[in-house]
Every structure is written in structure tokens, then in C-alpha cells.
């Protein structure tokens, strides 16, 4: 009977004709004496959780409940109910000025025009408060401040042999195509044998190792132009302008084009090149004309052409132009080694033997000024007490590379020649 029976404590007892018949309680399986939990969160039909949106099961002993994500709360007649975390400031950790979006089961944050930021943080952007840095360079912002720089000397260079405009798809070479520039953003150079750039023509679809090509619609600037905005096309079945876009283009003083890219929308578009071969944007003198000289346009003397006042053109082919003034100066570093042969009473010590593998001679002179180029030449030189004294220390006489300097830290001067008699003055001490 119930009364004596073994039944589990997760199990009832029922008695049928005198015997006791032990069952295990809802939310537990086994034979009633022995009973285990059932997981009802392994198994659908065992819960009901997943009727409603953002909600998931957590299992318990003996039963479940309902829980929901971050973003919901839980009601009784709905379930789980979508937070809009921009109804209110203090649900959300967007900056003051940020703008709020609300997304079933969660937000995000982006800072309005103007600033610059994550949206959790947003500063005034200093690059869009008008024109900070010149037509060559380009303002970068980063938190905290700005800087402009020069892409001619800041730029990632490409050289993919595949972007030719002379590739085009055949069959038989379909595993190398469908090339892709997603994710490509930031200033690039395009190279090969010789410098390339993105054609100002439509370039045929399945061109350029892709099957959608990207071309620019507009002329290359010159040096004199700075920085200038230009369209990106693509070409595919809408046409030879396809999603077009804005890039940005520059012209660097060695005659290269630099090109602010962005990605493309999707894969399958690609940045064609050819061959910088165009003179196109290359600034010439009136008596001057563009060639393409090695790969590489230049301006060169027109011939057998007279252009005015501003010049003669010979026989020969020479161009004489009007004088014209101009400022220049030379300047050559001073060798204050060559000063110190001429240098008073030269201190030479001969020989310094360091680690017996190196000999090394040291010369000391004394000089009037801080360039070391005039030093004092006669036999002796007689010094107030409140001159500037300019000592010159040289260490020659090594032969091949050596791994040493020279560092002078300690200098002083005697009355006589013997350095440990009479009154000493301190030059440098330890310096």
C-alpha cells in the first residue's frame, strides 16, 4: 500500500486494489521510485517559449520559464515586448547629441552632421568647420583633434596586373576572374610597369578581371588643381553609369595619380586601370609641348615653332627665353676636421687601443665660433677669462665601419701645459 511504498519523493503514490502504484509528477520521468527532471528546454513540445519573439526557455526542477533577450520585456498577455530604448535618455548610452535608432531588440547611435564620433561619443568634426588644411592635403580627424596630410606621401600602393583594361574573360581562364574590391577604402596608387590610372571611358562588362567594371566619369587633374571630386561609374545592365558614387583624385608632383576610394557596393565590381600614358592634366609652358617619354609624360621643347615674345625657337631645336631673375644660394656642410689641421697648437694622442682591435687617434682644437670654421691659427692665442671657449674633438685613424662615437662629457683648461698643476678650469662636467 501507499503507506509503506518506496515511491520516489518526486512521484505520488496511487493505490489500485490494495497495492500502491507509484507515478513521477509532472516535469519528471522514471518509474516513480526513481524520477529525473525533464528538460523542457531541450524540446519544443515541451515548452511554449517559443511562440514569442525574443524570448527563450530556462529550465528549472520539475518545470520552465520564460525569459527575454536584452532589448525585451516580459508581459503576461504578449510575452516579450521590444524595448525602444529611444523613448527615453536613460535607456540608452548614446552621446547628448547623438541621433537614437531603434531596432526590435536593440538600438544604435550615430553622431548628426558635423561631428565625429562612435555615437556613444561625438566631438564637433574640426574637418567639416570649413577649409583647414590646403587644396593638396586632405584634414583627418581622430578623437581629440585633426590633422591634414599630403596623400602623395601617405598612400597604399596596388599593383594587380589583373585590373587592365586589356583582360578581358575568355573560358579558359575562369578561375582567375571575378576579382572583387568590397572593403577597398582609402587613397591608393596604381602601378605596374609604369604608372596607371582609372580610364575616363566606359569599359566594356567583363572586363578588368571582373564582371562589373569601375571607370571614371571626368578628366584628371593637374598639380595646380589640388584635390578634386570626381564620379565613379559602373558598368552593367542599367548602363555604362551604373550606381555611380563619389572618389576623389589628385595629381602628385612625380606625375602620378593618387585616388581616394571607396568600397563598392557589393562583390564583382572592381577598379579598372591602363596604362598613364595620356598627357592629359600635364601643366606645359607655351613654347613647351607634353610627350610620353620611358612611359612617363614630361614637357619638352616644341620645334620650329615661334611663340611670340616669350621665345626663339633655332634651328636646332633650342629654345632661348628672356633673362629672367632668379634668387638662388649654395651651402655645403662645414668639415670641422679639415678646420682642426689649422686649429692652435693641435693636442694629438696617438694611439687608443680598445679592446686590442681598433686604434684610434684623437685631435682637440680650439675654435672662435659655434660652427667650428674659424679656429685660433697663431702659436699662442690670449683669452680673457670670460671668453666662450669652442673645443673641437675628432676621432680618427679607424679603419672600416666602427661602432663607436665619440661623446666629449668632461673638458677643462690649465694655466700651464701640465694638466695636473695649478688652478683648474671646469669647461663641461659631466655633460
Not at 39 to 64: F, K, P, R
Not at 107 to 113: E, L, N, R
Not at 131 to 143: A, D, M
Not at 381 to 405: D, E, H, K, M, R
Request: net charge negative.
Amino acid at each position: 500500500t501507499c503507506s509503506d511504498s518506496d515511491c520516489h519523493p518526486n512521484a505520488t503514490c496511487s493505490e489500485f486494489g490494495g497495492y500502491g502504484e507509484c507515478t513521477c509528477k509532472e516535469g519528471f520521468a522514471g518509474d516513480g521510485t526513481s524520477c529525473n527532471d525533464i528538460d523542457e528546454c531541450q524540446d519544443y513540445y515541451y515548452n511554449n517559449c517559443y511562440y514569442y519573439d525574443g524570448c527563450y526557455c530556462v529550465n528549472t526542477i520539475g518545470s520552465y520559464f520564460c525569459n527575454c533577450y536584452s532589448g525585451f520585456e516580459y508581459t503576461e498577455e504578449i510575452g516579450c515586448l521590444d524595448i525602444d530604448e529611444c523613448a527615453d535618455s536613460s535607456l540608452n548610452n548614446c552621446d547628448p547629441v547623438a541621433i537614437c535608432i531603434n531596432y526590435y531588440g536593440y538600438y544604435t547611435c550615430i553622431c548628426p552632421y558635423g561631428y565625429y564620433g562612435d555615437g556613444y561619443h561625438c566631438e564637433i568634426n574640426e574637418c567639416l568647420q570649413g577649409t583647414l588644411c590646403g587644396s593638396n592635403e586632405e584634414c583627418i580627424k581622430y578623437i581629440g583633434s585633426y590633422s591634414c596630410i599630403d596623400p602623395c606621401s601617405n598612400h597604399t600602393v596596388l599593383n594587380d596586373p589583373w585590373r587592365s583594361t586589356s583582360n578581358t574573360y575568355n573560358y579558359n581562364n575562369w578561375n582567375n576572374w571575378y576579382h572583387c574590391d568590397n572593403g577597398l577604402s582609402g587613397w591608393y596608387r596604381f602601378k605596374g610597369e609604369y604608372d596607371q590610372q582609372i580610364p575616363e571611358h566606359c569599359i566594356p562588362q567583363y572586363s578588368c578581371g571582373t564582371a562589373i567594371p569601375i571607370w571614371m566619369n571626368g578628366s584628371h587633374p593637374t598639380v595646380s588643381d589640388g584635390i578634386v571630386n570626381r564620379t565613379a561609374c559602373s558598368n552593367w545592365y542599367d548602363g555604362c553609369c551604373t550606381y555611380p558614387y563619389n572618389i576623389s583624385v589628385k595629381m602628385c608632383p612625380g606625375g602620378f595619380y593618387i585616388y581616394k576610394l571607396q568600397s563598392p557596393p557589393s562583390c564583382n565590381y572592381a577598379y579598372c586601370t591602363e596604362s598613364n600614358y595620356s598627357c592629359s592634366g600635364v601643366d606645359c609652358a607655351p613654347d613647351e609641348e607634353c610627350r610620353i617619354v620611358g612611359g612617363v609624360p614630361g614637357c619638352y621643347c616644341k620645334t620650329g615653332i615661334q611663340q611670340g615674345n616669350l621665345a626663339a625657337s633655332s634651328s636646332d631645336g633650342v629654345i632661348v627665353r628672356d633673362d629672367i631673375p632668379i634668387d638662388f644660394y649654395c651651402d655645403y656642410p662645414s668639415n670641422m676636421e679639415i678646420n682642426l689641421l689649422t686649429a692652435i697648437s693641435s693636442y694629438v694622442v696617438s694611439v687608443i687601443n680598445v679592446a686590442g682591435t681598433a686604434n684610434f687617434t684623437i685631435t682637440m682644437g680650439l675654435f672662435q665660433d659655434s660652427g667650428y670654421t674659424t679656429p685660433y691659427t697663431d702659436s699662442q692665442a690670449w683669452l680673457s677669462s670670460s671668453s666662450i671657449l669652442y673645443v673641437g674633438v675628432i676621432v680618427t685613424g679607424a679603419t672600416g665601419s666602427s661602432p663607436f662615437v665619440l661623446v666629449m662629457k668632461n673638458c677643462y683648461a690649465t694655466p700651464t701645459a701640465d694638466s695636473s698643476y695649478g688652478p683648474r678650469y671646469d669647461i663641461l662636467t659631466n655633460q
